[in-house]
């Protein structure tokens, strides 16, 4: 059993194999020098220096070594002969395989731009990323982040909290546009200014200056000066092993709803794999903690023998100063908005519908609307617009037996 990747559906895989009663040999292939750990920390507690590295394992390496589960840590699988069901290393070592599981994760949407390459500007996506970021924060220093997605937002709220000034130059037209609505995408924006970042949009980034060091970010509006930079546009699926190897891939690794490949000895999981979704009814890549767990379990249940559909609903969540945005569901910028609650509370929900059916709730410090909404979306619920405004309303009354 040869797994390539160590995030967390690589973890999850693991677990699930060894609490499902697998006990022939596993080998998790890579890139980092640490076992599988939590990402999310990364722009948040940990960038803040409030948690400890050993606290985002999510298994200890004493778990991998009692259930005979070699890492090989620091290393890439450069090659894979499906053929011949072999994988080779880049220190030159061949491992043989039954199983493949690709879980390579996603890797870095890259800002192409002059100065690009100068010391100071950093992206974060691994633990060395956000060690190396953690040294720029400090009072009085000029942050700027490019890019006003989930990263660069909670990145924004880091530095801010830790006495940055923080300057978020954002491409579109609002932040957080391809997740959020309007109205929770400005309320979010109003967070920040209100404390103390500010939040330029419609920004397109021509480059960055600077002598020894970054500078100052030149956009075609202006230029602003820092000390440091943050990149946070994106990533991108990590399918090169995939596409070297022949197998199909769509912005993703393309894998059915138990997450098999066209190979019947590769499975895909994580971030790289585009997977059937029989909740959704489509194909979907995603990038979270709960696609990635549920992935790692269907893969596993795959192995185990005993298949169990890729099923569940889509959610995420972002802590940004003392709020917690969490989003179920997958919406479409076309998708009616119904608001339930008042914005200016500081806890309110958004609600997305299309064709009379729910698609997605967007839950600001509301974790009860969120619960409520994620199982409104998973009954297939069609609730009437006015009565999800109506506060008097309970909305476990309107989820459809």
């Not at 220093?141 to 880091?158: F, P, Q």
């Not at 530095?159 to 391809?178: F, Y």
């Amino acid at each position: 059993m040869l797994i390539v990747g160590g995030g967390q559906a690589a973890a999850q895989l693991v677990v699930s194999l060894r609490l499902g009663g697998h006990g022939g040999p596993i080998t998790l292939v890579s890139d980092e020098n640490a076992p599988p750990y939590q990402r999310p920390p990364l722009s948040k507690q940990y960038l803040a220096g409030d948690l400890e590295r050993e606290r985002l394992l999510l298994r200890r390496a004493e778990y991998y070594e009692s259930r005979d589960v070699e890492l090989r840590l620091g290393r890439r699988v450069l090659s894979v002969d499906r053929g011949h069901r072999r994988a080779f290393l880049d220190d030159g070592e061949e491992l043989g395989y039954d199983r493949l599981v690709l879980a390579t994760g996603s890797v870095l949407r890259k800002l192409d731009a002059p100065g690009s390459d100068l010391p100071g500007v950093h992206y974060l996506r691994s633990l060395d990323d956000a060690d190396a970021l953690h040294g720029e924060l400090a009072p009085g220093r000029r942050i700027v982040i490019v890019g006003g997605g989930y990263i660069g937002l909670e990145v924004a709220a880091t530095a801010a909290k830790a006495g940055a000034e923080v300057t978020v130059l954002e491409a579109e037209e609002r932040v957080m546009s391809r997740v959020a609505s309007a109205p929770v995408a400005d309320w979010l924006t109003g967070l920040h200014r209100q404390s103390g970042v500010r939040i330029r949009v419609g920004e397109q980034v021509r480059g960055f200056a600077g002598r020894r060091r970054v500078e100052a970010v030149e956009t075609a509006n202006g230029t602003h000066a820092a000390d440091a930079v943050v990149v946070g546009i994106g990533v991108l699926p990590s399918a090169d092993l995939a596409r070297e190897c022949g197998l199909g891939e769509d912005d993703g690794i393309l894998a059915d709803e138990h997450c098999r490949t066209e190979d019947e000895s590769v499975l895909a999981a994580g971030d790289c794999a585009r997977a059937v979704n029989t909740t959704l009814g489509f194909a979907v890549r995603l990038e979270s903690v709960q696609n990635a767990v549920d992935h790692g379990q269907v893969a596993a249940s795959v192995i185990l023998g005993d298949p169990k559909p890729y099923s569940g609903l889509p959610w995420f969540w972002s802590d940004q100063f003392h709020v917690k945005l969490q989003i179920a569901g997958l919406a479409r910028p076309a998708d009616e908005t119904i608001l339930r609650g008042d914005p200016s509370s500081g806890s309110f929900a958004a609600f997305r519908m299309r064709d009379g059916k729910l698609t997605a709730v967007e839950a600001v410090s509301s974790p009860r609307d969120f619960m409520a909404g994620r199982k409104l979306i998973a009954s297939g619920s069609a609730p009437d617009p006015g009565l999800l405004t109506d506060e008097s309303v309970a909305l476990k009354d309107l989820i459809q037996a």
